[in-house]
């Protein structure tokens, strides 16, 4: 052993061509400053991923009540063909901010009865009952049920998730 080495010392090789010895203690010290770092970048994106399925989820439930209601106020209208009433429901829903798209069809109908599309959103087709969600919108299809308990019609409201995809991002 040279003098001045010690128990679990490397030799490491400096620039005038003589031998220094790094410590155990500092490359135990190192290993321990990265792996609390990696640790904590792991915690940070799995909690702030946790907060953002936390708020879409929370649209989600908000949504589905809003389109059970709106269902629900939809289905004398459509059972009487009233279209003036089904646009005025319409621009009710309009009043919330994250509604980007609605269309309401009577029983069988190709085209919708009414409708309200925000500024460059694309209108929606599909008429399947349930809820989708996407990186940038709820989607939520409801049948409408008349007063005979009958369907008469089905309805599609979207919800933007940009609220929520800007609090994530601002978040992280």
């Known amino acids: 052993m040279t003098e001045g080495s010690g128990e679990g010392a490397t030799p490491t090789v400096a620039p005038d061509g003589r031998r220094r010895f790094v410590s155990i203690g ?3 010290g ?3 400053v990265l792996v609390v770092t990696i640790a904590t970048a792991v915690t940070f994106v799995w ?3 946790r907060e953002r399925d936390t708020l879409v989820e929370s649209k989600r439930k908000a949504g589905e009540m809003v389109a059970d209601l709106f269902a629900a106020s939809l289905g004398a209208p459509l059972d009487f063909g009233d279209q003036d009433a089904v646009q005025s429901e ?3 829903l309009k009043q919330n901010r994250d509604v980007t798209y ?3 069809w009577p029983l069988d109908a190709p085209e919708p009865l009414a409708s309200y599309a925000a500024s460059g959103e694309a209108s929606g087709t599909t008429r399947e009952r349930g809820t989708r969600v996407s990186t940038d919108r709820v989607e939520i299809g409801r049948t409408i049920v ?3 308990g009958k369907p008469v019609g089905a309805l ?3 919800f933007s998730l940009a609220p929520e995809n800007a609090a994530y991002l601002q978040n992280r």
């Open 26 to 28: 500092t490359k135990l």
């Open 30 to 32: 190192l290993a321990v």
């Open 47 to 49: 909690f702030s991923r």
């Open 90 to 92: 319409i621009e009710n």
């Open 102 to 104: 609605a269309a309401v």
């Open 146 to 148: 008349g007063g005979a």
């Open 156 to 158: 599609l409201i979207r």
